[in-house]
């Protein structure tokens, strides 16, 4: 496990999260992951860790309004947020870590677009599992 920085465009908000320097990432065919080409690294939120910018920080809720997409402010990237498939921990966006400290990232396709029947894929994610 390593400290992974990361945060948006401008720079107002700034994360650090822990995970495996060889990231296991999930790329969802779902409307907005689609549409924004995001990049899932989920983990318990006790592994995440907002830096600066909470004031900078909006949210937008949809459908079911469970999930919590955080974006900034100002320059309007999706850095993390609270998924609708993991509500007890966090899903940060593979594209906003500093790379630095990513030795490899391997992708698995989710199938979002039919999340009902895909979901429960996803929930060993966030559960805080000793290394």
């Known amino acids: 496990m390593v ?3 990361g945060g948006c465009h401008c720079g107002r908000v700034r994360f650090s999260v822990e995970a495996p320097a060889i990231i296991e990432a999930q790329l969802c065919n779902c409307s907005i ?3 924004t080409a995001y990049l899932h690294l989920i983990v318990p939120k ?3 860790r907002l830096l600066q910018g909470e004031a900078d920080l909006t949210t937008y809720t949809f459908n079911t309004r469970v999930a919590q997409h955080r974006f900034c402010r100002a ?3 999706k850095s ?3 998924p609708r498939s993991n509500p007890d921990g966090i899903s940060v966006n593979v594209r906003c870590l500093d790379p630095a400290t ?3 990232v391997r992708v698995t396709t989710f199938d979002g677009r ?3 029947a895909h979901a429960g ?3 060993q994610l966030s559960r805080d599992v000793e290394s």
Do not use: K, P, Q
């Open 3 to 5: 400290i992974h920085r």
């Open 33 to 35: 992951c689609s549409m």
């Open 46 to 48: 006790s592994r995440f």
């Open 75 to 77: 320059c309007g990237i």
């Open 80 to 82: 993390f947020y609270v």
């Open 102 to 104: 990513i030795e490899s």
């Open 114 to 116: 039919n999340w009902e």
């Open 121 to 123: 894929e996803l929930a």
